[in-house]
T-cell receptor, first 112, second 110 residues
Framework: GNSVTQMEGPVTLSEEAFLTINCTYT??????LFWYVQYPGEGLQLLLK?????DKGSNKGFEATYRKETTSFHLEKGSVQVSDSAVYFC???????????FGSGTQLTVLP | NAGVTQTPKFQVLKTGQSMTLQCAQD?????MYWYRQDPGMGLRLIYY???????DKGEVPNGYNVSRLNKREFSLRLESAAPSQTSVYFC?????????FGPGTRLTVT
């Protein structure tokens, strides 16, 4: 079956630091990969996605590249802000049912 | 544009009580989903509905039932609540790869 493994948190960084959150996956076929973000008290929002190997998804300064050879989709941001404090979920969808498989989430706290 | 709405936002139940969580979307999406979120476990799929008139079990369906009332509405029912069902419940909908989530219902079963 499908699975997503995310770097364990929590992660605490100072403002303007570099962020990496690791994500690796196991899936049948050719999955599409996603990063979702959950701000406190809210539902999940799609942050970025990549639908095929070597695609780079990007949004709001965040980037992630679909690496088929290492089955990875690591999230990066060059300079984090306090407003980036949230929980980040890596996820994949594979097959026609469009069912998302989520990682366990990584709590990010950015200090001023 | 409201997106995905859920009611109630908070609920406290006693063991053995029943309740229905409501979800509605106004994006004309075909597929709808119910997830539960527990600390350290990400989101787990309870049930989904690929289209109006169909429902299927997800990863953790035991203790739950669902109804796809029409294209807009997808409800989740707990017939006899148990403390293990204390969680945050999210509804989502999609017509492609991007799922849109509601704000969640925080349920406590004592």
């Amino acid at each position: 079956g499908n699975s997503v493994t995310q770097m364990e948190g929590p992660v605490t960084l100072s403002e303007e630091a570099f962020l990496t959150i690791n994500c690796t996956y196991t899936a049948t076929g050719y999955p599409s990969l996603f990063w979702y973000v959950q701000y406190p008290g809210e539902g999940l929002q799609l942050l970025l996605k990549a639908t095929k190997a070597d695609d780079k998804g990007s949004n709001k300064g965040f980037e992630a590249t679909y690496r088929k050879e290492t089955t990875s989709f690591h999230l990066e941001k060059g300079s984090v802000q306090v407003s980036d404090s949230a929980v980040y979920f890596c996820a994949l969808v594979s097959g026609s049912a469009r069912q998302l498989t989520f990682g366990s989430g990584t709590q990010l706290t950015v200090l001023p | 544009n409201a997106g995905v709405t859920q009611t109630p936002k908070f609920q406290v139940l006693k063991t053995g009580q029943s309740m229905t969580l409501q979800c509605a979307q106004d994006m004309n999406h075909n597929s709808m989903y119910w997830y539960r979120q527990d600390p350290g476990m990400g989101l787990r799929l309870i049930y989904y509905s690929a289209s109006e008139g169909t429902t299927d079990k997800g990863e953790v369906p035991n203790g739950y039932n669902v109804s796809r009332l029409n294209k807009r509405e997808f409800s989740l029912r707990l017939e006899s609540a148990a403390p293990s069902q204390t969680s945050v419940y999210f509804c989502a909908s999609t017509d492609n790869y991007e799922q849109y989530f509601g704000p969640g219902t925080r349920l406590t079963v004592t």
